[in-house]
């Protein structure tokens, strides 16, 4: 399994998110074996363009893709490892967060997790 993990690098550098992540990474590679990719790339002051510029450099054989801003923190180090077997159980090929420009993320993703009967989406 190849996994190529963007992390599209702000101005800042956030050294407690990083070994959060770091640590995601190690656990991953130790408990599936998957040759995990996290290539160099440049700071920018703007996160569109950071972003935009890391899909280029995502490998043509890559297995799974997963962007993570710099600044975000993981709190368990198998998270990326349950999301997986998560997508594998429920065959996604797709796991992305709810962007919105004039509401908040979190109102609308609250929003929409339940169906009219209460169940998980």
């Given at each position: 399994?190849?996994?190529?993990?963007?992390?599209?690098?702000?101005?800042?550098?956030?050294?407690?998110?990083?070994?959060?992540?770091?640590?995601?990474?190690?656990?991953?590679?130790?408990?599936?074996?998957?040759?995990?990719?996290?290539?160099?790339?440049?700071?920018?002051?703007?996160?569109?363009?950071?972003?935009?510029?890391?899909?280029?450099?995502?490998?043509?054989?890559?297995?799974?893709?997963?962007?993570?801003?710099?600044?975000?923190?993981?709190?368990?180090?198998?998270?990326?490892?349950?999301?997986?077997?998560?997508m594998e159980t429920r065959?996604?090929?797709?796991?992305?967060?709810?962007?919105?420009?004039?509401?908040?993320?979190?109102?609308?993703?609250?929003?929409?997790?339940?169906?009219?009967?209460?169940?998980?989406?």
């Open positions: 399994m190849k996994i190529d993990i963007l992390i599209p690098r702000d101005k800042v550098n956030y050294d407690t998110s990083t070994m959060s992540l770091w640590r995601m990474i190690n656990y991953t590679q130790e408990k599936l074996g998957a040759s995990v990719s996290v290539p160099p790339l440049v700071r920018s002051a703007l996160v569109h363009e950071a972003r935009n510029r890391a899909v280029n450099v995502v490998r043509d054989d890559a297995d799974f893709i997963l962007m993570v801003d710099d600044d975000m923190a993981v709190q368990y180090p198998e998270t990326l490892v349950e999301m997986l077997e998560v065959q996604l090929d797709v796991v992305t967060p709810l962007t919105c420009k004039r509401q908040f993320p979190i109102l609308l993703a609250t929003s929409k997790l339940t169906d009219y009967n209460g169940t998980l989406r």
